[in-house]
């Protein structure tokens, strides 16, 4: 049997272990305090978001990974009694400033979601769907490219281009999830927010997704919760590991999972509980 | 083995209990199933007694008996005026035509056979024989047989309901009425066709000319401003409580009297349209717009609660994908949340303009009641509606209305029907679109 470690708010840390800041920053978060009514669900995080990276958020379950993500394209504005304090910023802009409009926040920030979540539309309209909104396209050629270059980014255009009219949740959950990738990426953002896009495959689909992530991070900054540490380990550049609403520590992928610095990332880590 | 320790039951022993239990829970089981069945069959004796009831009287009010007659169309007798307008064929002698053959047909003489003949036939006799010309002015100076409803007491003789037996001075038919019936019988002048006034006539106090036309079309022009006042209403409003408005006290309070006006009886609904409309507003009675308003007001909880039902039932991740690829809040609301929740939207509302097109009460506040043979051209005119003209005909002493009634219930039946079957249409035409 295996130890549980004893978790006292004593033992979290004031601040976070690590590698906070780094040199090339596509967003960046200050001091961010997360409120669900009276409730504290994120305190004081601070991190730096590397362009072209893919980070990863890990943690236990209710450690405010999630909350934390959808801060970032401001989805936690749709639930109610949601409060956000501190600084988050996009190209040095604060995206809760209050003349912020959500509608372009989003189209620069996209996001995918834990459970595959296509429109119940044809494939072709769940892709244009976006693009068509913000009227990204002026012609119907030039849709038409937008839609078979997101699917094809998706790695889906080859399994689909036959059959774009068909519905989009007709897919596979595999497919269902690359559908919503080339969703998000039709917009051209320039960060996708990904939460636990896994989660809700088989080991096969999970693996076409992790390596199109992989690819991804060529052209995108990706934010990606995750419960598999061993996606974390194989797909990001950096790690950060939340628990209880703080931050604890974040750094290299590699430097997390070979040499944690906390001695709850190494609890966690090394499975002995999470 | 080692002792049974107290807290713990032992494996042989848990078995023989569930088996003992067995019995008892499948009988409870098949007892249950018996009551489900009990009341699904009593519900549907009462349904088939129903339509029995309805059917067997309704049927043979979709028909009446006809005579032919043999008339003599004289030019100056019928259009005196000669430029055949309505006025000058309303002066004309129209009654004197069709009384002629009757006598020729019937054989009637002198002052008192005659008499009885021309009760025979119906009042609506002229405007028929009228509108024929009207129709067809070639008709004049011809000799033509001409099909006319018979008089409801001659209707209900000859349906077996009025007896021989009975003395002549208590019968509606005196006998030598029964002897001219029986002469246009043997000379095969009487026939039993389909009731052309049922479905064209309107309101009359004659059963053999009484239609529902009128009420049928007030129905619809009530349906209609109901529907393009609540439909509407009741989404936006659903619409906005559901996916806009912030959820405090204002908005509880809002939601708790909707639900609470749902539960309101309609006749309510009526006084409320007596005292606005027409006692504040000073706008006429008896007309299709207020009661549309009326039933609108009625339905309106019933649309709100179902449309929000509907919304509530979208899944939320279809609201996180449309806001995450940045679409605006009513982006969102109208390109996904109410595509996706019409079908439910519409089925509440379809069950709405059912409960709408039935009610009697509130309209009878609003004065709809009243007796109205024009058929109403406008939701402004005066007008009635089905359920209201089939309160009134069960209220007359004609036993002809009796089944004129039954038909009409037929007709407001098969119309709910008519109206169901289009909202399933359009529920699965939505439905499949993925």
Known sequence: MRAAVEIEPSNLPSFTVGEVYVDTPRMTTRNVNVFYGDKMAIENVTLDIAEKQVVSFIGPSGCGKSTFLRCLNRMNDTIANCRVEGEIKLDDQNIYDAHIDVVPLRARVGMVFQKPNPFPKSIYDNVAYGPRIHGLASSKEELDGIVEASLSRAGLWEEVASRLDQSGTGLSGGQQQRLCIARAIAVSPEVILMDEPCSALDPIATARIEELIFELREEFTIVMVTHSMQQAARISNRTAYFHLGRLVEVGETSTIFTNPKHELTNSYITGRFG | ?434
């Not at chain 2, 049974?4 to 239990?21: C, E």
């Not at chain 2, 088939?48 to 009010?61: A, D, H, M, W």
């Not at chain 2, 349906?223 to 659903?238: D, E, H, W, Y």
């Not at chain 2, 539960?263 to 606005?276: E, K, N």
């Open chain 2, 1 to 434: 083995m080692s002792e049974p320790r107290k807290g713990i039951i032992l494996p042989q022993v848990a078995v023989s209990r569930v088996n003992a239990s067995l019995a008892r829970r499948r009988a409870s089981e098949r007892r249950f199933r018996t009551y489900g069945r009990i009341a699904i069959g009593i519900a549907l004796a009462f349904l088939f007694t129903l339509f029995v009831s309805i059917f067997t009287k309704g049927i043979p009010g979709f028909f009446q008996y006809y005579v032919t007659l043999e008339v003599v169309i004289d030019r100056e007798k019928i259009d005196p005026a000669g430029d055949l307008s309505v006025q000058s064929l309303y002066d004309g002698d129209a009654r004197g035509i069709i009384r002629s053959a009757l006598y020729d047909a019937t054989g009637a003489k002198g002052r008192s056979g005659r008499k009885a003949a021309g009760k025979l036939i119906s009042l609506g006799a002229e405007q028929r024989l009228r509108q024929a010309i009207l129709d067809n002015p070639s008709l004049l100076g011809k000799k033509v047989a001409m099909k006319f409803a018979l008089d409801d007491d001659v209707d209900s003789f000859l349906r077996g309901y009025i007896s021989r037996a009975v003395p002549e001075k208590d019968r509606r038919i005196d006998d030598t009425q029964i002897e001219f019936i029986e002469k246009l019988q043997r000379l095969q002048l009487i026939s039993y066709d389909f009731s052309d006034y049922l479905i064209f006539g309107s309101a009359s106090r004659d059963p053999e000319i009484a239609g529902i036309k009128g009420a049928f079309i007030g129905s619809m022009l009530t349906l209609a401003i109901c529907l393009l006042l609540a439909f509407p209403m009741g989404v936006a409003t659903a619409v906005y409580l559901e996916e806009f408005a912030p959820k405090n006290r204002i908005t509880e309070i809002i939601e708790i009297n909707i639900n609470n006006l749902a539960a309101v009886p309609s006749v309510v609904f009526g006084i409320l349209g007596l005292a606005v409309f027409i006692a504040m507003f000073g706008m006429p009675r008896s007309i299709p717009l207020i009661g549309g308003v009326v039933l609108a007001l009625m339905t309106l909880p019933t649309i709100i609660i179902s449309s929000r039902a509907a919304i509530r039932a979208v899944p939320p991740s279809i609201r996180d994908a449309a806001l995450g690829v940045g679409a605006s809040k009513l982006q969102t609301v109208m390109h996904h949340v109410l595509p996706l929740a019409m079908p439910g939207m519409l089925t509440g509302t379809i069950i709405g303009m059912a409960q709408a097109l039935g009610e009697t009460a509130p309209l009878l506040m609003i004065g709809m009641v009243a007796f109205i043979v024009d058929i109403p051209g406008s939701v402004t005119d005066p007008g009635t509606v089905l359920p209201v003209q089939i309160f009134m005909w069960a209220d007359f002493a004609e036993r002809m209305f009796i089944h004129k009634t039954s038909a009409a219930i037929i007709v407001l039946l098969v119309f709910l029907i008519f109206m169901n079957a289009v909202a399933i249409f359009i529920r699965s035409r939505l439905e499949r679109r993925w």
